[in-house]
């Protein structure tokens, strides 16, 4: 099979990769469009940028199935599907990234039905590891939901008692900043450190950058960045670290996969930046010879031995 397009697995109202798609010259884009896919799944799609599929499992499914049959999907579904906030705890302490102090707590109702094999964490023993105030986040979590602040040890269990069922939790010691960054991350190389002022309910702010503020730590922080995406194979990324005020560098959220870039919120050159270098990166994984890592890749050295 010819593959010659590109194709966009987002809604077609997006500005963001309108813009994208103005940048990618008379290479023929696509929409995707699904309907009584044969299995199994194949592609007539050289790339396809996916920013919808973290939200339907359906659209998951179809990304996996595309990227096994040679299409270069962006991100990597098979990376993606994994990266949650008890991972990225993992994978920054392998290699070398300081996170915030963290305990994983298990499903409150986990605890009622194996007594003998789960049970409910000791909070004075955990309240001492992370300090208060601290943070109270679901491993799975998105955009700052169900995210608590935590004071104190009654807070807590109150906390933990009222969050239900079918969850994981964090909690996570409160790096106390003096700067807090969003750093965009394209095609493995490609830096942009932009000053982030965090709030809820997307009502965070992004500001001018003025990297002297980060002289001491920038060149650590880009190696750290790329060494990172790279060991996820994302091709997109958004990471968040902030500086506290003894000038150490944390990473808050390491998976931003499929990040927000609004246009009317980001300084005006920041967001070009972002659309020109994403559009060339999708130009690039047009080399036939590009593909994305998967499991089975691992796993086919072993098998023909």
Same mark, same amino acid.
């Given at each position: 099979?010819?593959?010659n397009?590109?194709?966009?697995?987002?809604l077609?109202?997006?500005?963001?990769?309108?813009d994208?798609?103005?940048?990618?010259g #008379?290479?023929p884009?696509?929409f995707?469009?699904f309907? !009584? @896919?044969?299995?199994p799944?194949?592609?007539?799609? %050289?790339?396809?940028v #996916?920013?919808l599929?973290?939200c339907?499992?359906?659209?998951n499914?179809?990304?996996?199935?595309?990227?096994?049959?040679?299409? =270069?999907?962006?991100?990597?579904?098979?990376a993606?599907?994994?990266?949650? %906030?008890?991972?990225e705890?993992?994978v920054?302490?392998?290699?070398?990234?300081?996170f915030?102090?963290?305990?994983?707590?298990p499903?409150?109702v986990?605890?009622?039905?194996?007594? !003998?094999l789960?049970?409910?964490?000791?909070?004075?023993?955990?309240?001492?590891?992370?300090?208060?105030?601290c943070?109270?986040?679901?491993i799975?979590?998105?955009g700052?939901e169900?995210?608590?602040?935590?004071?104190?040890?009654?807070?807590?269990?109150?906390r933990?008692?009222?969050? +239900?069922?079918g969850?994981?939790?964090?909690?996570?010691?409160k790096?106390?900043?003096?700067?807090?960054y969003r750093i965009?991350?394209?095609?493995?190389? !490609?830096?942009l450190f932009?000053?982030?002022?965090?709030k809820?309910?997307?009502? +965070?702010?992004?500001?001018?950058? #003025?990297l002297?503020?980060?002289?001491?730590?920038?060149?650590?922080?880009t190696?750290?960045?790329?060494q990172?995406?790279? =060991?996820?194979?994302?091709?997109?990324?958004?990471?968040?670290w902030c500086?506290d005020?003894?000038? @150490?560098?944390?990473?808050?959220d390491?998976?931003?996969?499929?990040?927000?870039?609004?246009?009317?919120h980001?300084p005006?050159e920041y967001?070009?930046?972002i659309v020109d270098?994403?559009? /060339?990166?999708?130009? #690039?994984?047009?080399?036939?010879?590009k593909?994305?890592?998967?499991?089975? !890749?691992?796993?086919?050295p072993? /098998? /023909?031995m």
């Open positions: 099979m010819k593959r397009k590109i194709g966009i697995l987002e077609r109202n997006d500005p963001f990769m309108a994208v798609i103005s940048r990618l #008379d290479f884009v696509e995707l469009s309907t !009584d @896919q044969p299995v799944v194949s592609s007539e799609y %050289k790339v396809v #996916d920013r599929s973290y339907y499992p359906y659209l499914e179809m990304a996996k199935t595309m990227s096994l049959d040679g299409t =270069y999907v962006i991100n990597n579904p098979f993606a599907s994994v990266n949650n %906030k008890l991972v705890a993992t920054c302490q392998s290699l070398g990234i300081p915030p102090k963290s305990i994983v707590l499903d409150p986990l605890c009622e039905e194996t007594v !003998d789960v049970s409910e964490p000791c909070w004075e023993r955990a309240g001492d590891e992370v300090g208060f105030p943070i109270l986040k679901p799975d979590g998105y700052w169900s995210v608590y602040v935590i004071d104190t040890l009654a807070d807590l269990r109150e933990y008692a009222a969050v +239900g069922s969850r994981t939790w964090l909690l996570q010691q790096v106390h900043y003096d700067l807090y965009f991350c394209i095609d493995k190389r !490609d830096i932009v000053r982030w002022n965090p809820p309910f997307d009502l +965070g702010e992004y500001l001018y950058t #003025d002297k503020e980060i002289g001491s730590v920038r060149e650590k922080l190696e750290q960045i790329i990172l995406n790279s =060991y996820l194979d994302l091709d997109i990324n958004a990471v968040e500086i005020n003894n000038g @150490q560098a944390w990473v808050v390491a998976f931003n996969e499929v990040p927000d870039v609004p246009e009317e980001l005006h967001y070009w930046w270098r994403f559009a /060339s990166c999708i130009l #690039d994984k047009l080399d036939p010879g593909r994305n890592k998967s499991i089975f !890749d691992l796993l086919l072993q /098998s /023909s």
